[in-house]
């Protein structure tokens, strides 16, 4: 065989999709990858206008693409990342991957007329299956962004942990001062906690805290964030919220979990909470002095004899 | 007797070209400038048949010489080489009374044409 | 690592064969994009590869901008990377310029689009010149909007010490469209290109 009779044979062996069209879009060259792949015979196709035989191609891009490589006598490019597909074609993964077509680097090479010359007088579309780098890319972002969602979640309640919660509140903060609107935080503590460990053991402690966040959170707003700031202690932000309200919606919480029983196992508990709210005020220097604050609320709260909502006042 | 031929070019590369793109047996003894200030001083001094001139360049560029050229004819023939073919600026040095308009690198056979065409070669 | 400087000779063939291949880019541009397109005379420097990052901070300091890169190589070991950098107001209006349905186009595939159509337009007349033949890689976006260009820059390693650093600025006036492209020649390939250049130089 000689080296000219290899590259052509070589052409209907390779793993990629090899096809030419003239000028007029009209397809020259259709390899066996396009054949399997597309279920076509190149018998049928050649000569055929390549958006005949496609008919559900892009065809304004793709021919604005084709004409750059005539009309430029460069190459031009397609990735899967921006499209990815540009013909449907079936894939070689039909049972280990979700997407229904295979996806395709495309590179657009010119053929020329002459070699010595530049007149482009053919578009060779080589087309590339990267179905498995389309695959593991997508488990990657997957997997990133669970790791993202981990990494801010408090692993038994669900609810915000402390540094991400921390992050939302200083943002919140600034926002609230840049735009003066009203911000409130309600600070909160299961009351006799220790008392609850001790009765039901902490997998009944836990159950409590899962029930009280799950109890509030359906409560809350789309843009509250509540956060566990420390053992049974959680914090609530609330922006565009001024103190009347954020104290309003407090006692309601309070109120409606006193008497929200918690089933574990044959027992019904019935737990209380301490809650202390504060409105944001110019003169804070950060949210940790919001946090003070509220949190004299909530001492006041236990002080008075738990089972309580305190509003701070300066 | 030769003819005086002045090549105004910034790139040393491009002056040489040029010269070197001229027919080989056109009778020419060429000089060069190396910007357009340089290119009117030695035409108001001397007495040129031909001028090369490219439009990109320091202290005054092609436009300014041909300009300086329309109020003063220094030089009867100029052939602009320019890299910027687009056709606005063919225009435009075409109405300040270049011949030609020539793209770089210089295509010898397309100069001679150009010489034959206005009786110079 | 700081022995290879250009002579004044080789810039200044560099310099016109960098103004040839512009000339004819823009001319293709133009008929292609049916607009006039502006090439500004090209800037070229030797950079160091620990100075690129500030220098990129410098030029780029208060705008978000995005960077595409597309690699290239041909034969004589001639090779390198083109960057075009968008600011945000440049990085719409793109599918009009190339003449796409902009509901058909996402904006990165407008920005990889435009960046391989200048990128090659140029290069190709460039290595023509040099009787030589370059193959590209795909265009990517290296890094978006969002993103500081500076601290993106900070977090790739080089594995070249200096490179050759061309700066070219694209202007499409009538869609007050401009880009910049800095095309980077690293290490080894700036002597292939000296070659080049004194094999040029001796020819006239």
Same mark, same amino acid.
């Given at each position: 065989?000689?080296?000219?009779?290899?590259?052509?044979?070589?052409?209907?062996?390779?793993?990629?999709?090899?096809?030419?069209?003239?000028?007029?879009?009209?397809?020259?060259?259709?390899?066996?990858?396009?054949?399997?792949? !597309?279920?076509?015979?190149?018998?049928?196709?050649?000569?055929?206008?390549?958006?005949?035989?496609?008919? *559900?191609?892009?065809?304004?891009?793709?021919?604005?693409?084709?004409?750059?490589?005539?009309?430029?006598?460069?190459?031009?490019?397609?990735?899967?990342?921006?499209? +990815?597909?540009?013909?449907?074609?079936? &894939?070689?993964?039909?049972?280990?991957?979700?997407?229904?077509?295979?996806?395709?680097?495309?590179?657009?090479?010119?053929?020329?007329?002459?070699?010595?010359?530049?007149?482009?007088?053919?578009? !060779?579309?080589?087309?590339?299956?990267?179905?498995?780098? !389309?695959?593991? +890319?997508?488990?990657?972002?997957?997997?990133?962004?669970?790791?993202?969602?981990?990494?801010?979640?408090?692993?038994?309640?669900?609810?915000?942990?402390?540094?991400?919660?921390?992050?939302?509140?200083?943002?919140?903060?600034?926002?609230?001062?840049?735009?003066?609107?009203?911000?409130?935080?309600?600070?909160? *503590?299961?009351?006799?906690?220790?008392?609850?460990?001790?009765?039901?053991? &902490? +997998?009944?402690?836990?159950?409590?805290?899962?029930?009280?966040?799950?109890?509030?959170?359906?409560?809350?707003? +789309?843009?509250?964030?509540?956060?566990?700031?420390?053992?049974?202690?959680?914090?609530?932000?609330?922006?565009?919220?001024?103190?009347?309200?954020?104290?309003?919606?407090?006692?309601?919480?309070?109120?409606?979990?006193?008497?929200?029983?918690?089933?574990?196992?044959? &027992?019904?508990?019935?737990?209380?909470?301490?809650?202390?709210?504060?409105?944001?005020?110019?003169?804070?220097?950060?949210?940790?002095?919001?946090?003070?604050?509220?949190?004299?609320?909530?001492?006041?709260?236990?002080?008075?004899?738990?089972?309580?909502?305190?509003?701070?006042?300066? | 007797?030769?003819?005086?031929?002045? =090549?105004?070019?910034?790139?040393?590369?491009?002056?040489?070209?040029?010269?070197?793109?001229?027919?080989?047996?056109?009778?020419?003894?060429?000089?060069?400038?190396?910007?357009?200030?340089?290119?009117?001083?030695?035409?108001?001094?001397?007495?040129?048949?031909?001028?090369?001139?490219?439009?990109?360049?320091?202290?005054?560029?092609? =436009?300014?010489?041909?300009? =300086?050229?329309?109020?003063?004819?220094?030089?009867?023939?100029?052939?602009?080489?320019?890299?910027?073919?687009?056709?606005?600026?063919?225009?435009?040095?075409?109405?300040?009374?270049?011949?030609?308009?020539?793209?770089?690198?210089?295509?010898?056979?397309?100069?001679?044409?150009?010489?034959?065409?206005?009786?110079?070669? | 690592?700081?022995?290879?400087?250009?002579?004044?000779?080789?810039?200044?063939?560099?310099?016109?064969?960098?103004?040839?291949?512009?000339?004819?880019?823009?001319?293709?541009?133009?008929?292609?994009?049916?607009?006039?397109?502006?090439?500004?005379?090209?800037?070229?420097?030797?950079?160091?590869?620990?100075?690129?990052?500030?220098? #990129?901070?410098?030029?780029?300091?208060? %705008?978000? /901008?995005?960077?595409?890169?597309?690699? #290239?190589?041909?034969?004589?070991?001639?090779?390198?990377?083109?960057?075009?950098?968008?600011?945000?107001? %440049?990085?719409?209006?793109?599918?009009?310029?190339?003449?796409?349905?902009? %509901?058909? /186009?996402?904006?990165?595939?407008?920005?990889?689009?435009?960046?391989?159509?200048?990128?090659?337009?140029?290069?190709?007349?460039?290595?023509?010149?040099?009787?030589?033949?370059?193959?590209?890689?795909?265009?990517?976006?290296?890094?978006?909007?969002?993103?500081?260009?500076?601290?993106?820059?900070?977090?790739?390693?080089?594995?070249?010490?200096?490179?050759?650093? /061309? %700066?070219?600025?694209?202007? /499409?006036?009538?869609?007050?469209?401009?880009?910049?492209?800095?095309?980077?020649?690293?290490?080894?390939?700036?002597?292939?290109?000296?070659?080049?250049?004194?094999?040029?130089?001796?020819?006239?």
């Amino acid at each position: 065989m000689n080296a000219f009779n290899i590259g052509a044979s070589l052409i209907e062996k390779i793993n990629s999709g090899v096809l030419v069209v003239d000028e007029s879009f009209n397809i020259t060259f259709f390899n066996k990858f396009m054949e399997s792949h !597309c279920l076509l015979k190149s018998k049928d196709v050649l000569t055929k206008n390549l958006f005949d035989v496609f008919n *559900d191609l892009p065809e304004k891009w793709l021919k604005r693409k084709i004409q750059s490589v005539f009309m430029l006598n460069t190459p031009g490019f397609s990735s899967w990342e921006q499209r +990815q597909f540009v013909f449907k074609m079936r &894939h070689a993964r039909p049972v280990t991957t979700s997407s229904e077509y295979m996806a395709q680097n495309i590179t657009f090479l010119p053929i020329l007329a002459d070699e010595s010359g530049s007149e482009v007088e053919q578009v !060779c579309i080589l087309v590339e299956d990267v179905t498995d780098v !389309c695959f593991y +890319q997508e488990k990657l972002k997957e997997t990133l962004e669970q790791l993202e969602v981990v990494s801010r979640t408090d692993g038994l309640t669900q609810v915000a942990n402390r540094r991400f919660w921390e992050e939302r509140f200083e943002v919140e903060l600034e926002t609230a001062n840049r735009y003066k609107h009203p911000l409130s935080l309600i600070l909160f *503590d299961l009351d006799k906690f220790k008392q609850i460990n001790d009765t039901y053991g &902490h +997998q009944g402690g836990d159950l409590v805290l899962i029930e009280i966040t799950k109890f509030i959170k359906k409560k809350l707003r +789309q843009v509250d964030l509540m956060g566990r700031y420390g053992g049974e202690e959680f914090g609530i932000i609330l922006p565009n919220t001024d103190a009347e309200g954020a104290f309003e919606l407090a006692d309601r919480i309070r109120t409606e979990f006193a008497q929200f029983p918690i089933s574990f196992g044959n &027992h019904k508990i019935l737990a209380t909470i301490s809650l202390g709210v504060v409105e944001y005020d110019p003169s804070f220097d950060s949210y940790e002095d919001m946090v003070t604050r509220a949190d004299i609320a909530l001492y006041q709260s236990k002080a008075s004899g738990r089972n309580t909502t305190s509003l701070y006042r300066a | 007797m030769s003819i005086p031929v002045l =090549i105004c070019d910034d790139s040393t590369l491009a002056r040489k070209q040029v010269k070197k793109s001229l027919p080989a047996d056109w009778d020419v003894t060429t000089q060069f400038a190396t910007n357009g200030r340089e290119a009117v001083d030695i035409l108001r001094q001397e007495k040129f048949a031909v001028l090369f001139l490219d439009l990109t360049m320091p202290e005054l560029d092609g =436009i300014g010489v041909l300009e =300086i050229n329309k109020a003063e004819k220094l030089v009867d023939f100029v052939i602009v080489v320019s890299a910027d073919i687009q056709p606005e600026m063919q225009q435009k040095v075409t109405e300040l009374g270049a011949l030609a308009f020539i793209q770089k690198p210089v295509n010898t056979n397309k100069l001679s044409e150009i010489l034959q065409q206005y009786g110079l070669l | 690592m700081n022995e290879i400087a250009l002579s004044e000779e080789q810039r200044d063939c560099l310099q016109e064969l960098i103004n040839v291949a512009m000339g004819r880019a823009s001319d293709k541009l133009a008929r292609y994009l049916d607009t006039f397109v502006h090439l500004q005379v090209p800037h070229i420097d030797l950079i160091a590869s620990e100075s690129l990052p500030s220098s #990129f901070a410098e030029s780029y300091a208060d %705008d978000g /901008v995005s960077l595409v890169s597309q690699g #290239f190589y041909g034969e004589d070991g001639i090779l390198g990377e083109a960057l075009l950098i968008y600011r945000s107001n %440049d990085a719409q209006g793109i599918a009009e310029i190339l003449g796409y349905e902009p %509901d058909d /186009v996402s904006e990165v595939e407008q920005l990889t689009d435009i960046s391989s159509i200048l990128t090659t337009t140029f290069l190709n007349g460039l290595a023509e010149q040099i009787e030589n033949q370059l193959a590209y890689s795909a265009p990517r976006v290296v890094s978006a909007l969002e993103t500081a260009l500076e601290s993106h820059l900070h977090q790739l390693s080089f594995n070249w010490d200096l490179a050759l650093k /061309v %700066d070219i600025s694209y202007q /499409v006036t009538d869609y007050s469209f401009n880009c910049d492209m800095i095309l980077l020649i690293p290490g080894e390939a700036i002597q292939n290109i000296q070659k080049v250049l004194d094999r040029i130089l001796n020819e006239f």
